[in-house]
Nanobody, 119 residues
Framework: QVQLVESGGGLVQAGGSLRLSCAASGSIFSIKYMGWYRQAPGKQRELVAVVTGDDIIDYADSVTGRFTISRDNAKNTVYLQMNSLKPEDTAVYYC?????????????WGQGTLVTVSS
């Protein structure tokens, strides 16, 4: 069974930085993409950043220029470096992995890590 374990959330003042990590474990055959989503209170979950297996990267407009996604293929780990944080970045951040495992298609989610940005 594939598991995603996130870490790095917390409380930070506006303008500060945080780095989120997401480590995937289990029988992963190949990765189509890994990404970060977030869900603020009362809002729908939205895509923040994604990196494909071919290292193609995309960001939400709201975080472009402030957030950087990267991946360590050897460790099946994806990172999200968040700089110049704003109060509107406050949300639970979720890691997502889509790809293939021995049993077929894979779509795994982490448990979420809370990021709180104070003004």
């Amino acid at each position: 069974q594939v598991q995603l374990v996130e870490s790095g959330g917390g409380l930070v003042q506006a303008g500060g930085s945080l780095r989120l990590s997401c480590a995937a474990s289990g029988s992963i055959f190949s990765i189509k993409y890994m990404g970060w989503y977030r869900q603020a209170p009362g809002k729908q979950r939205e895509l923040v950043a994604v990196v494909t297996g071919d290292d193609i990267i995309d960001y939400a407009d709201s975080v472009t220029g402030r957030f950087t996604i990267s991946r360590d293929n050897a460790k099946n780990t994806v990172y999200l470096q968040m700089n110049s944080l704003k109060p509107e970045d406050t949300a639970v951040y979720y890691c997502n992995l889509e790809g293939w495992e021995a049993g077929g298609a894979l779509d795994a989610w982490g448990q979420g890590t809370l990021v709180t940005v104070s003004s």
